[in-house]
C-alpha cells in the first residue's frame, strides 16, 4: 500500500507500507537518536536495520506517533512493505537520502504520513532486489548462474500473525508478507511440482530446462527487466530471466541432463573420489579418467571467460512438443562476438526425438571483456531460448 511522505517543504516521497492506519498529521520529524531525546508526538526516522516492525513498536512504546524508514545506500530502489504497529513508510534509498538530508538543514523538520491504498499495476515490474544474489558461480564459472528469479519481495503468505496493532491472541491470525530470495524458492518449487504433474516421467535438468527457456527477459513487450539501480538488468542478475508460470508445461524442446553426465561434471570441477562418493555413493567415479568440461554439460545456458577468445560446445535437444515439428535458430549476440550455431534447423518427427547441435563462440580476446546475448529456436507455437555470456 502506498504511503506517502510529505515533509515540510513541500516535497512527497512514496513509500510502503503493509498496514493502513489513518493519515498521520504534519508532526515534529527527527532521527532515532540514543533513547535519552523526548520523542513523544514526533514522526522519528530510522535507518533500515533488522525488523521494521520491531522498530517500530519501540518507537510506539517511547511515545512516537510515527516512523519512516530509510532504505540503505546499496538497496537502490528495492522497498518493503511491512506489517506496521504504527503509521510508518519505507523509503527507497534515493527518496530516504533526501530525508535524511532534510532533516539535517532544517530547522524544525516535519513530516506528515498519507496512506493512499493498495496500489496495483505498478511499473516497472519485475525488478530484480539488490539483494538477490549475482554471478558468476565462484565454485563453477563455467555454468551461468543465477539460473532463473522469481517473486521474492513482498509475497503475501499464509502465516499466523496479525497485520496491524492490537494483536489479540494465536487464535485472531490472519496472514503477513514476506520478503526475500527464500520466498522466490517455494514459488519455484510449486511451478517445479506443477511441470512434474504434467510430465511425470521427466527428469529434473527436463524441469529446470523448462523453466528457463521459457523464461521472460522483458516487460510490456519491449522493456528490458531491470536491476536496484533501475539499469538494465544482466545476465549476472537475472539468468535466463523471470520465470512464466504460464509457459513451463509446454516448452517444446528440453536440455535434458542423466545422473552420469553430472557424476561426469563434478569429476570435472576436480573434486575426488571420495568427494563425489559422498554425494552419489559411487566409489572410483573419478578414477575411470573421463571427465566433462562445465561448457560440456548439457545445460540450457553458457558461460565461457573472456581470456580464451573462444568456445566449440554441444548441446541436445529433445522434443516435448508437437511430434512433427520444426525450429529455426535464431542468434543475438553484439557485433564483437561471431556466433554460429549448425545445424540452423532442427526437424522432428516424433516425440522424445533428441537432436544434438553446435554452438561456436570467437572474439578478440585483447578487446572483448564481457558480452551477454542469446540463441533461441523458433518454431510456430515455441520460443526456447538459451542465454549466452562472455565474461
Given at each position: 500500500?502506498?504511503?506517502?511522505?510529505?515533509?515540510?517543504?513541500?516535497?512527497?516521497?512514496?513509500?510502503?507500507?503493509?498496514?493502513?492506519?489513518?493519515?498521520?498529521?504534519?508532526?515534529?520529524?527527527?532521527?532515532?537518536?540514543?533513547?535519552?531525546?523526548?520523542?513523544?508526538?514526533?514522526?522519528?526516522?530510522?535507518?533500515?536495520?533488522?525488523?521494521?516492525?520491531?522498530?517500530?513498536?519501540?518507537?510506539?512504546?517511547?511515545?512516537?506517533?510515527?516512523?519512516?524508514?530509510?532504505?540503505?545506500?546499496?538497496?537502490?530502489?528495492?522497498?518493503?512493505?511491512?506489517?506496521?504497529?504504527?503509521?510508518?513508510?519505507?523509503?527507497?534509498?534515493?527518496?530516504?537520502?533526501?530525508?535524511?538530508?532534510?532533516?539535517?538543514?532544517?530547522?524544525?523538520?516535519?513530516?506528515?504520513?498519507?496512506?493512499?491504498?493498495?496500489?496495483?499495476?505498478?511499473?516497472?515490474?519485475?525488478?530484480?532486489?539488490?539483494?538477490?544474489?549475482?554471478?558468476?558461480?565462484?565454485?563453477?564459472?563455467?555454468?551461468?548462474?543465477?539460473?532463473?528469479?522469481?517473486?521474492?519481495?513482498?509475497?503475501?503468505?499464509?502465516?499466523?500473525?496479525?497485520?496491524?496493532?492490537?494483536?489479540?491472541?494465536?487464535?485472531?491470525?490472519?496472514?503477513?508478507?514476506?520478503?526475500?530470495?527464500?520466498?522466490?524458492?517455494?514459488?519455484?518449487?510449486?511451478?517445479?511440482?506443477?511441470?512434474?504433474?504434467?510430465?511425470?516421467?521427466?527428469?529434473?535438468?527436463?524441469?529446470?530446462?523448462?523453466?528457463?527457456?521459457?523464461?521472460?527477459?522483458?516487460?510490456?513487450?519491449?522493456?528490458?527487466?531491470?536491476?536496484?539501480?533501475?539499469?538494465?538488468?544482466?545476465?549476472?542478475?537475472?539468468?535466463?530471466?523471470?520465470?512464466?508460470?504460464?509457459?513451463?508445461?509446454?516448452?517444446?524442446?528440453?536440455?535434458?541432463?542423466?545422473?552420469e553426465q553430472y557424476i561426469l561434471y563434478l569429476c570435472g570441477l576436480g573434486y575426488t573420489d571420495s568427494e563425489?562418493?559422498?554425494?552419489?555413493?559411487?566409489?572410483?567415479?573419478?578414477?575411470?579418467?573421463?571427465?566433462?568440461?562445465?561448457?560440456?554439460?548439457?545445460?540450457?545456458?553458457?558461460?565461457?571467460?573472456?581470456?580464451?577468445?573462444?568456445?566449440?560446445?554441444?548441446?541436445?535437444?529433445?522434443?516435448?512438443?508437437?511430434?512433427?515439428?520444426?525450429?529455426?535458430?535464431?542468434?543475438?549476440?553484439?557485433?564483437?562476438?561471431?556466433?554460429?550455431?549448425?545445424?540452423?534447423?532442427?526437424?522432428?518427427?516424433?516425440?522424445?526425438?533428441?537432436?544434438?547441435?553446435?554452438?561456436?563462440?570467437?572474439?578478440?580476446?585483447?578487446?572483448?571483456?564481457?558480452?551477454?546475448?542469446?540463441?533461441?529456436?523458433?518454431?510456430?507455437?515455441?520460443?526456447?531460448?538459451?542465454?549466452?555470456?562472455?565474461?
Amino acid at each position: 500500500m502506498k504511503a506517502i511522505v510529505k515533509l515540510g517543504d513541500g516535497r512527497s516521497f512514496v513509500g510502503e507500507s503493509a498496514y493502513q492506519p489513518p493519515n498521520l498529521a504534519s508532526l515534529p520529524l527527527m532521527f532515532e537518536l540514543d533513547g535519552s531525546d523526548n520523542i513523544t508526538g514526533k514522526v522519528i526516522a530510522c535507518e533500515f536495520e533488522g525488523s521494521q516492525v520491531e522498530s517500530g513498536q519501540s518507537v510506539k512504546d517511547s511515545g512516537g506517533s510515527g516512523m519512516i524508514v530509510l532504505g540503505a545506500e546499496d538497496s537502490g530502489y528495492t522497498t518493503f512493505a511491512a506489517a506496521h504497529v504504527l503509521p510508518a513508510s519505507y523509503l527507497n534509498s534515493p527518496d530516504a537520502a533526501a530525508v535524511r538530508q532534510y532533516i539535517q538543514t532544517s530547522n524544525k523538520p516535519t513530516a506528515s504520513i498519507i496512506f493512499n491504498g493498495t496500489s496495483l499495476g505498478t511499473t516497472p515490474a519485475p525488478v530484480a532486489a539488490y539483494f538477490s544474489s549475482r554471478g558468476p558461480s565462484t565454485t563453477s564459472p563455467g555454468i551461468l548462474k543465477p539460473d532463473i528469479i522469481g517473486p521474492g519481495v513482498n509475497i503475501i503468505a499464509a502465516w499466523p500473525f496479525k497485520v496491524g496493532p492490537n494483536r489479540i491472541d494465536e487464535h485472531d491470525m490472519v496472514f503477513n508478507s514476506i520478503s526475500g530470495t527464500s520466498m522466490s524458492t517455494p514459488h519455484l518449487s510449486g511451478i517445479a511440482a506443477i511441470i512434474k504433474s504434467a510430465h511425470n516421467d521427466w527428469s529434473p535438468a527436463a524441469i529446470k530446462s523448462a523453466i528457463m527457456t521459457t523464461a521472460y527477459v522483458v516487460y510490456d513487450s519491449k522493456k528490458p527487466i531491470l536491476d536496484e539501480t533501475l539499469n538494465p538488468a544482466g545476465h549476472f542478475t537475472i539468468g535466463a530471466g523471470h520465470v512464466n508460470p504460464s509457459e513451463v508445461v509446454n516448452p517444446g524442446l528440453v536440455y535434458d541432463t542423466d545422473v552420469e553426465q553430472y557424476i561426469l561434471y563434478l569429476c570435472g570441477l576436480g573434486y575426488t573420489d571420495s568427494e563425489v562418493e559422498i554425494i552419489t555413493h559411487q566409489k572410483g567415479a573419478c578414477s575411470k579418467g573421463t571427465k566433462l568440461a562445465e561448457a560440456e554439460l548439457n545445460y540450457p545456458s553458457i558461460a565461457t571467460r573472456a581470456s580464451s577468445g573462444k568456445l566449440v560446445v554441444n548441446r541436445t535437444v529433445t522434443n516435448v512438443g508437437d511430434a512433427v515439428s520444426s525450429y529455426t535458430v535464431e542468434i543475438d549476440m553484439p557485433k564483437e562476438v561471431k556466433a554460429t550455431v549448425s545445424p540452423t534447423k532442427l526437424d522432428f518427427t516424433k516425440e522424445k526425438e533428441s537432436k544434438t547441435f553446435t554452438v561456436s563462440l570467437s572474439w578478440d580476446a585483447s578487446k572483448t571483456k564481457n558480452a551477454e546475448g542469446s540463441f533461441k529456436w523458433v518454431s510456430s507455437k515455441h520460443v526456447v531460448r538459451s542465454p549466452i555470456v562472455i565474461f
